[in-house]
Each structure stands twice: as C-alpha cells, then as structure tokens.
C-alpha cells in the first residue's frame, strides 16, 4: 500500500512539473475583455460597439476576412464563442509581448438576437486593411 501511495506522489510531482513548462510557453500573453453593447454586421466588417471606462460608447471595426485562416499565418484573428447564459456579450483580445494577436467575439450566434444589427457601411477602407486594432478606454 505505502508503494502505491508513493508512486502517486511521483505521478503528481510529474504532472505538475510537465503543467508548469507548458504555462512557461504562454509568457508575454496579455489581454483585455470589454462588454459589447452591439454588434453590427456590415459586408466587409463587423462594428463591435462598446463601453469606455468614462461610460461613453466607441465602436472598433473588426473586418470579416480576420475570420479566414491566412496563407502563412497559424491560426484565425477572428473567433466567435457561443454566449452562455446569464453572462452578457464581450470582446477579448489577446496580445503577445505587445504586438495584437488575435480577438474573441462572445456572442449569441443567433443574428436574430437584438444584440446583432446590420449595418450598410463599414467605415473607412484604411480600417479594414489594417493587421491589428485596438481599443479606447
């Protein structure tokens, strides 16, 4: 019995050692979540409207071609997560050592939702050619 209880420690001290060199690969990963107010839908971007610390909207072009994989690029900048409920739709984006990563939309994927809007326009053609965004505060 002792060295069954003695090899579960050895397997513990393992797998914590192995968890903490993986959590060494994620340094420099930052993010900020902010609440989403709406989102509206155009043909060439998503306009996420937001809150800013002094409680004033602003509102960040997102465009729709981040949601493809790009040829040479290793993963999407544009996700969307399935809102769970009670909680309320937000918008996080991750940064590594500065530079914008990628950014994660948690919303109702129903567009009939009243949290979706259309929109005709989707802003200056500069804002949809951009390879990062950031937020006001």
Same mark, same amino acid.
């Given at each position: 019995m002792k060295n069954f209880v003695f090899a579960g420690v050895i397997?513990?001290?393992a797998a914590a050692f192995a968890g903490?060199?993986?959590?060494?690969?994620k340094e420099g990963l930052t993010y900020v979540t902010v609440r989403v107010y709406r989102?509206?839908?155009?043909?060439?971007a998503y306009i996420v409207m937001y809150p800013t610390h002094s409680n004033k909207a602003a509102s960040v072009a997102i465009p729709k071609?981040?949601?493809?994989?790009?040829?040479?690029?290793?993963?999407?900048? =544009?996700?969307?997560?399935k809102l769970r409920l009670p909680l309320e739709p937000f918008m996080t984006l991750f940064y590594r050592d500065g530079v914008?990563?990628?950014v994660y939309l948690t919303m109702p994927l129903d567009k009939t939702d009243s949290?979706?809007? =259309?929109?005709?326009?989707?802003?200056?053609?500069?804002?949809?050619?951009?390879e990062s965004i950031s937020i006001e505060f």
């Open positions: 397997l513990l001290c903490a060199q993986d959590s060494s690969s989102v509206f839908e155009s043909p060439e071609t981040w949601q493809i994989q790009q040829p040479g690029k290793s993963a999407r900048k =544009l996700i969307f997560q914008f990563e990628r949290r979706w809007g =259309l929109s005709k326009k989707a802003g200056a053609q500069g804002d949809l050619d951009k």
